[in-house]
């Protein structure tokens, strides 16, 4: 595996997830998200897929993140086609650092690293609710490809939006 370069976006590190990097990374879905996973899931997505699990780091501490795994099923744009795909798991920043494009940063990356691996779309789930990030979602090319009632713990349904990988996806 070749390991990927950090980037740097205004003060803010974006670079892979390390061991030590997961405490914080819990902490930050704690406080920011309302969706929790058991410990042991975030260990096993950075161990599955490191290439598109992602912080970022202002001054030595992890702000945020970014957690995907590879996966293999049917395609969310080309009916009954079997693909392989990234799945954008979580993603979340920390209220103060919002606002100054780490999650954009931190999206763009994972997105070159599931082309990398060769995956012909990436997406994700999200509350039809959180109008911010559909827009940063459709800033970025995904679309609402289908909508999941009840998805969410609370009752709430999911929008699966994908974008479709290729070259362009890597900036070649």
């Not at 070159?112 to 789930?125: D, G, I, N």
Request: charge should be neutral.
């Amino acid at each position: 595996m070749q390991p990927m370069l950090a980037r740097w976006v205004g003060e803010y590190l974006i670079r892979p997830c390390s061991e030590d990097d997961i405490p914080s990374v819990i902490s930050i879905n704690l406080v920011s998200l309302p969706e929790h996973y058991a410990d042991y899931f975030f260990e096993e997505l950075r161990r599955e897929s490191p290439e598109t699990f992602l912080v970022a780091e202002k001054n030595g501490h992890v702000v945020g993140y970014v957690m995907c795994r590879i996966e293999y099923g049917f395609s969310n744009l080309k009916r009954f086609n079997l693909v392989k795909k990234g799945h954008i798991v979580s993603i979340a920043v920390l209220e103060p650092h919002r606002g100054k494009g780490i999650g954009t940063a931190l999206l763009q990356e994972a997105i070159k690293a599931m082309a990398k691996k060769k995956c012909s779309e990436a997406y994700l789930e999200v509350r039809i609710s959180n109008e911010r990030a559909i827009s940063l979602y459709k800033r970025l090319g995904f679309t609402i490809t289908s909508k999941i009632e009840f998805y969410y713990r609370d009752g709430e349904a999911a929008y699966v939006m994908t974008l479709p990988l290729d070259k362009e996806s890597i900036g070649e």
